[in-house]
């Protein structure tokens, strides 16, 4: 899942969680932490406003982040500040969610200075794979288009990309400056895409607000947005074209021509804090590199069995790569594809009160992704709502030919329910938690959870054939396969095609696909493994609790268990897991919550 803006997730050693004690907190402590947990989330929505946006604080529509080398330094300086006075509260005296939720915003801190630690910027603000060509159109498509200020505020944003861009450039260049540079093979590709987008300014998704201004708006003050976004949209091209002209001109001849993270200054040390950074778990790339190869051994022999049981006759690569060609198990058209999501979805969700006491109500639709750097992007993604916005399945309806109806089920269950939408639905309902653990994002924990998730589908009446099986089992193994991958360029020194060998050999997935999937890896160093290492914590901790509780357990106060809190780091996660199984042990414990509903939620 991609959030967009979402919140960057950094090492650095959390505080730990001692059991909550009984009495309640002296007046004054809870209310410093929660005055203090406000503010800096007002300081966070006004210094990126383009999360601010994202989670439907519309106040900062007109403003981009500040990409500066200052304001990196400025950000550095802010989480000191927050850090100092947090240790300023007696944790001691705080209690139950409080007392997380000090442990969460102090870790949070850390984190952010421990990366500063090694680089004081950005050392990789965009490349082919992500950034502003990518996630500019997917901003505008979250901001309001009502009246003639949410226009105004648009039009602005547009107007402040030349400054966002001249940040971006400040920092590539301080990149090539301290021998921080983006390898070549993830930036070979950036200047075409710029210039799609720059050639497209004026009648591509950018423009398209202005091509349907609503009539409630007074007729000359239509005119005069028609005109002004017309400006501000040259504006954005020019500076779109500056970038352009720079990586092409400049940046690209000094690009690594080294993949690994490795090759960076202090490069071994700077993995292995990525590593924790997306695990939050202590395993070194080595455990993660064995790791993954037992899960890929393990998974391709259930996959193999799989394949069998679908009545094909033949050798196991000749079944892979009928699956992945056969025009009988694609869409035949993207009308095809979304309906068939939104039937999966809706299969889900009216069993979902067999593994799930708390079902959110908040609602989600399934649309088409944007067509701007679709073909990067995998076959759906996940796009939290608002009180304003629906939160959607982002299904990518571009390349029909490779996008197998065989794992449809599975993404649905991954980026709708009862993955990602109800685990960040579930988040938004907890009532009073802070807005920063409301709207929190950690790697192993959310990715973990819709991996998770997928597994689910057999007892929530999908994977009824054997195809859908194997579309679950392929991707599983491709989470696995990350593993080995990830940890193979970044810190044994692989080659891109030793990768895309690796993958083509151990994975269903097509080649091109493959290619996408290393040079994701090579451009983000450890996010890959978050998948199945959070996967792989959960399914032990209901083993645990299986174990533990044997006729007393229920897996629906389980998975709420598992929620309960909203996101957190794997540890703080294993320990709550833990006290949950002692209170389920104890003879007051409660029965398990009935549902809230049994209903589907309403979908568009």
Do not use: C
């Not at 529509?61 to 990409?67: E, G, I, M, R, V």
């Not at 997928?454 to 392929?474: I, K, V, W």
């Amino acid at each position: 899942m991609r959030r967009l803006f979402a919140t960057l997730i950094l090492l650095g050693p959390l505080v730990a969680l001692a059991a909550d004690v009984a009495t309640p907190a002296p007046a004054g402590a809870a209310e410093q932490a929660q005055a203090l947990f406000e503010r800096d989330w007002q300081w966070r929505l006004k210094h990126q406003p383009e999360f601010a946006t994202s989670v439907g604080d519309h106040r900062y529509d007109a403003l981009l982040t500040d990409t500066s080398l200052a304001a990196h330094t400025a950000t550095a300086d802010h989480a000191r500040r927050m850090l100092d006075l947090a240790r300023q509260i007696d944790r001691a005296q705080l209690t139950g969610q409080d007392r997380l939720s000090w442990d969460l915003f102090t870790g949070d801190q850390e984190r952010l200075l421990a990366r500063a630690a090694f680089v004081a910027f950005d050392p990789q603000p965009i490349s082919a794979q992500d950034g502003l060509q990518i996630r500019f159109p997917q901003l505008v498509a979250q901001m309001p288009f009502f009246t003639e200020d949410d226009y105004r505020n648009y039009i602005a944003r547009l107007n402040a990309l030349p400054r966002h861009v001249d940040g971006i450039i400040e920092q590539m260049r301080e990149g090539m400056r301290t021998g921080w540079t983006a390898p070549k093979a993830i930036m070979a590709g950036l200047p075409a895409q710029l210039r799609a987008m720059r050639e497209h300014m004026q009648d591509g998704a950018l423009a398209a607000p202005f091509q349907r201004l609503p009539a409630t708006i007074d007729e000359e003050a239509r005119k005069q947005l028609a005109l002004d976004g017309a400006a501000a949209l040259r504006t954005a091209a020019g500076a779109l074209q500056k970038l352009e002209d720079f990586v092409r001109t400049d940046y690209l001849p000094a690009a690594r021509t080294t993949i690994g993270a490795t090759n960076l200054p202090g490069g071994a040390a700077w993995y292995a804090y990525l590593v924790q950074a997306a695990t939050t778990t202590a395993l070194t790339p080595a455990e993660i590199h064995a790791l993954g190869e037992r899960e890929v051994a393990r998974i391709r022999a259930e996959m193999e069995a799989t394949a069998v049981r679908t009545g094909f006759k033949g050798s196991y690569p000749q079944f892979v790569a009928f699956a992945r060609s056969d025009p009988r198990l694609f869409p035949t058209s993207a009308d095809a594809l979304l309906e068939r999501y939104r039937r999966t979805i809706a299969r889900v969700y009216a069993q979902l009160p067999l593994l799930f006491g708390v079902i959110p109500q908040e609602e989600l639709a399934v649309k088409p992704v944007q067509q701007e750097g679709a073909d990067t992007q995998g076959g759906a993604y996940y796009e939290a709502g608002t009180p304003a916005r629906t939160a959607a399945l982002v299904v990518n309806t571009s390349r029909l030919d490779t996008r197998p109806l065989w794992e449809v089920e599975t993404l649905a269950l991954h980026e709708g329910v009862p993955g990602h939408h109800l685990q960040v639905a579930r988040a938004h309902a907890i009532e009073g938690l802070p807005a920063f653990r409301r709207h929190a994002w950690y790697p192993a924990f959310g990715e973990g959870w819709a991996l998770y998730a997928e597994g689910l589908g057999p007892e929530l009446g999908l994977m009824r054939d054997p195809f859908s099986q194997f579309g679950r089992l392929a991707d599983e193994q491709l989470r696995a396969a990350r593993l080995v991958v990830d940890t193979g360029i970044h810190a044994l020194n692989w080659s891109r095609q030793q990768a895309v060998d690796y993958l083509g050999a151990n994975t269903a997935n097509p080649r091109a696909d493959n290619e996408v999937e290393v040079d994701r890896m090579i451009a983000r160093p450890g996010q890959a493994l978050a998948y199945k290492i959070g996967q792989l914590r959960i399914v032990a901790l209901l083993a645990r609790a299986q174990a533990a509780l044997g006729a007393r357990f229920d897996v629906r106060a389980f998975h709420d268990a598992v929620l309960e809190n909203g996101a957190l780091p794997l540890d703080l996660l294993e320990r709550r897991i833990d006290r949950w199984i002692a209170t389920q042990n104890t003879p007051s414990a409660p029965a398990p919550a009935a549902p809230v509903s049994s209903e589907p939620a309403l979908f568009h």
